[in-house]
């Protein structure tokens, strides 16, 4: 069946980098962009990027240019989110999505980034 | 970027009665790209809806969308027990950012 599984919770000192993945299996993974959502505690969902696996191509959300980079290694169906210069804001659940004319149809489990000095 | 507003933030009703969720987006969406989303504590959002009025795969008939334009509306007849939870639209496809509204929490009354 298709899923997307996401790698472990992470805890990061404020201005250090984290990287997160998103194994894709059950689908042809070049076929469907991968988007990121993340989730802070008690809030509601925040569109983070995406990025076309095919080619590569990526759109970020505004707010996080400059920062975050999504990436993927299609020999192993992974997208990747890297994101730099964490904040206490940046604690959230992150979620990567498969996304398409069918909406985001498919979700990881989620990965948790905690940021905490 | 489109900012989708929905309405009520909070929505109390008893299983059985009917949901009637609203999302009002501040320009015209296109109906093909408007989505819903059942969110329950401790987990990932799990689509309902797609192009406004699809069901997506395994969702129950008691849930439809509908709308064009600025404004779409989730019900949900008959609500069972599992219903209960948080409930976003979405905007997605090739406007960039996709957006969500903040969600309507669907509680027992």
């Known amino acids: 069946q298709v899923q997307m599984v996401q790698s472990g919770a992470e805890v990061k000192k404020p201005g250090a980098s984290v990287r997160v993945s998103c194994k894709a299996s059950?689908?042809?993974?070049?076929?469907?962009?991968i988007h990121w959502v993340r989730q802070a505690p008690g809030q509601g969902l925040e569109w983070v990027g995406r990025i076309n696996p095919n080619r590569g191509g990526t759109d970020y959300a505004q707010k996080f240019q400059g920062r975050v980079t999504m990436t993927r290694d299609t020999s192993i169906s992974t997208a990747y989110l890297d994101l730099n210069w964490l904040t206490f804001d940046d604690t959230a659940v992150y979620y990567c999505?498969?996304?398409?004319?069918?909406?985001?149809?498919?979700w990881g489990q989620g990965t948790l980034v905690t940021v905490s000095s | 970027e489109i900012v989708l507003t929905q309405s009520p933030g909070t929505l109390s009703l008893s299983p059985g009665e009917r949901a009637t969720l609203s999302c009002r987006a501040s320009?015209?969406?296109?109906?093909?790209?408007l989505g819903w989303y059942q969110q329950k504590p401790g987990q990932a959002p799990r689509l309902l809806i797609y192009g406004a009025s699809n069901r997506a795969t395994g969702i129950p008939d008691r849930f439809s969308g509908s709308g064009s334009g600025t404004d779409f509306t989730l019900t949900i007849n008959r609500l069972e027990p599992e219903d209960f939870a948080v409930y976003y639209c979405?905007?997605?496809?090739?406007?960039?950012?996709?957006?969500f509204g903040q969600g309507t929490k669907l509680q027992i009354k």
């Open positions: 320009q015209s969406v296109s109906s093909a790209y």
């Open positions: 979405q905007q997605y496809g090739t406007s960039h950012p996709n957006t």
């Open positions: 999505a498969r996304g398409g004319v069918f909406a985001f149809d498919v």
């Open positions: 059950g689908y042809t993974f070049t076929d469907q962009h």
